[in-house]
């Protein structure tokens, strides 16, 4: 029967050892497991907690990630091998309301919810907008976002995405460009940015948001593609 090689155990695969003297690698395209403080291993779970310590974030996660509690604080910050960027959202937030993974912001805009959810190797965000009268707001025309790393350089990405790169040339986090959908087929949504830790190819991301606005737009949808710049 096979054996695990636990020194060899990574978020993503698992190595095991077989009797006929052989090794078989078990790999995923999305993080399975995470380790915590101790160093011990536990499954994926990014239901948001409160911690001890005042922050937001998952139970257990890929990378390290917290959520603002409200006030003008940081938006989200991640960090993964001590690289960590932090997002600021342009103006004060409200106090979430945690719904599994998923912290909202009611009102972030008048008539605008923000809503972050955790995944299992970083975040992702996306604005409802409740009515038309809310979509006239004109800061939904171009939303500008405070990114600080350091060591950190923002360059382009794909398809008009952005990539968090470290000073020896190493692609750490990615990103890619927003995208927004009216209410035609369901809820209307922009979201925004979905920053994740570079590494396997990751799967699909189009399953709904827990307890929040589909992270997608829906059959009937209409849709556009919100390109990302960054700037120094």
Request: charged share 20%; with cysteine; aromatic share 4%.
């Amino acid at each position: 029967m096979p054996v695990e090689v636990t020194s060899e155990r990574t978020e993503y695969s698992q190595t095991f050892a077989n009797p006929d003297g052989t090794c078989s690698l078990k790999q995923a395209t999305s993080p399975q497991r995470a380790q915590d403080a101790s160093g011990q291993w536990h499954d994926i779970d990014t239901a948001l907690v409160r911690r001890a310590d005042g922050t937001i974030g998952p139970r257990y996660a890929a990378v390290s990630e917290s959520f603002s509690t409200g006030g003008s604080q940081t938006m989200v910050r991640l960090e993964r091998d001590g690289q960590a960027p932090a997002v600021s959202w342009p103006g004060p937030l409200p106090e979430p309301s945690l719904d599994g993974a998923t912290a909202t912001y009611a009102e972030a805009l008048p008539g605008v919810d923000l809503q972050l959810t955790a995944m299992p190797d970083g975040y992702r965000e996306v604005l409802q907008v409740k009515s038309a009268q809310a979509a006239q707001n004109e800061a939904l025309e171009q939303l500008r976002f405070t990114i600080a790393g350091k060591g950190l350089a923002l360059v382009a990405g794909a398809g008009g995405g952005l990539r968090a790169i470290d000073a020896d040339g190493n692609v750490v986090f990615t990103g890619p460009a927003g995208q927004m959908w009216d209410s035609a087929g369901d809820d209307a949504g922009v979201q925004t940015q979905m920053l994740r830790a570079a590494g396997p190819e990751t799967a699909s991301s189009s399953e709904a948001s827990d307890g929040g606005v589909p992270a997608q737009p829906g059959d009937g949808d209409v849709t556009a593609t919100l390109p990302v710049a960054g700037r120094a």
